[in-house]
């Protein structure tokens, strides 16, 4: 088993440009979640699609404000989207593995133009819904390529600040929406809103563009069968003659990989029980850290509590940009401090901001949600909490629910696990978007309380089960469970990695 310390670790400029636009795969899952809740703010799209919802807003002040934007319908539309990117992470899987990682982050760029074209053009829920699903399928096909692209191209010892370049896009693309938001919202006429929903075709064009242009990986050709190119490649990446170690334990890997004609049924193995488990629960756990429901029903959230309408657009503006601007501090430290340094830090933080945020809203609307003016001093206290609250996040879980469990898993089943990965994050996030505005209805302030339940819990889970990862070789984590207290017995002792594979 090769040691870190033999392999290169220079970042050649080759590299550090693959993996900055193989990162814009992030900026369509970004941008679809910034302006969906914009969008869903702006009088004239309700009027058009959801008069129910408009009507209901704009009842007498006694209308119980926890409640106002309750629609099923509504709901659809948001998190329809999420559906969709369920079901086609589970066909990404195939793509990434068969053709490559670049062929599935074209297809995933294309589906989103594609989808964005669709609801700009949108006259009907029906369209609408359909450019949702649309999107879905690109996001679907993006988030399962991306974070394992980067991976697989970075250098061991700077593979997590690479990788968190994802969500580095994804907090771009937030705040990108937010600012298109608040302009589109006030152009006159009532069609800023087919802009805002128009505009996410840039953003799918560029990583189209950018995938259709990118090399592939050397884990990648390797698997597929090519041997000499993906040599040719580790070189390039590392720009030394010396991978010659490396290539070996890419060898290892691949031939594994190869063996495997389940990558499904495999991954259900005793063996795999460490990584699979952290698959399903880091991006269970991510959603419900509750940071999704902030991002997308921001400018709803922030009218709730009694903010204007171009009021509670310029607060989904300033928390974008917190969410961006933190997500630097994990860049500069998630290599150096570790992963769980920051997933816990992160974790405390969240908690503490959570339950002061539910106290604040709480104590102004009570149980009964009657309507009761925010002075501005009272409104920026809930702001700047909800601040720290998303740069906690930004930091932790916010990359590391990407970093992680594209680093973790074997060759072998690497594209299965990564799918896994993702349809459980989309999953979550489709019942938490269908869900939410319904809970805050029932729930109240008290769903503040509710995620910071989940958070102390999926920070506990972190100290107590998830090893350090940082600077070990991609293809030699195994070694990391080895080690750990409670992992160690599922792992065999010395077993080669094809020893328990599943043939055809």
Known sequence: MADVKKYPGNLTVFVF???????????????????????????????????????????NVSTNEYCKFDSELLT???SSLYLAALIASFFASTVTR?????????????????????????????????GRFLLGIGIGFANQSVPVYLSEMAPPKLRGMLNIGFQMMITIGILAANLINYWTAQIKG???????????????????????????TPNSLLERGHEDAAKAMLRKVRGTDRVDEEYEDLVIASNASKAVKHPWRNIIQRRYRPQLTMAILIPFFQQ????????????????????????????????????????????ASVDKLGRRTLFLEGGIQMIICQIIVGTLIGVKFGVTGAHIDFSKSYAGLVVTFICIYVSAFAWSWGPLGWLVPSEIFPLEIRSAGQSINVSVNMF?????????????????????????????????????????TK????????SVWKKHWFWGKFIPAEAPPTATIVAA
């Open 471 to 478: 600077n070990v070789p991609i293809e030699e984590m195994v």
């Open 98 to 130: 068969v053709f490559g990682r670049k062929w599935s982050m074209f297809y995933g760029g294309l589906t989103f133009l594609v989808g964005a074209t669709v609801n700009g053009a949108a006259v009907n829920v029906f369209m609408l819904i359909l």
């Open 288 to 331: 419900f850290t509750g940071i999704n429901i902030i991002t997308f029903y921001a400018p709803v959230l922030f009218k709730t509590i009694g903010f204007g309408n171009q009021a509670s657009l310029m607060s989904a503006v300033i928390t974008g940009t917190v969410n961006m601007v933190a997500t630097f501090v994990s860049i």
């Open 17 to 59: 440009l693959t993996c900055l636009v193989a990162a814009t795969g992030g900026l369509i899952f970004g941008y679809d979640l910034g302006i969906s809740g914009g969008v869903t703010s702006m009088d004239p799209f309700l009027i058009r699609f959801f008069p129910s919802v408009y009507h209901k807003e704009k009842e």
């Open 190 to 216: 009532g069609w800023g809103w087919r802009v805002s929903l128009a505009l996410a075709a840039v953003p799918g064009a560029i990583i189209a563009i950018g995938a259709f242009v990118l090399p592939e």
């Open 76 to 78: 659809l539309f948001t």
């Open 428 to 468: 979550c996030t489709f019942v938490l978007a269908q869900v939410f505005l319904n809970m805050l209805c029932h729930l109240k302030f008290g769903l503040f309380y509710f995620f910071a339940g989940f958070v102390i819990v999926m920070t506990t889970f972190i100290w107590l089960f998830l090893p350090e």
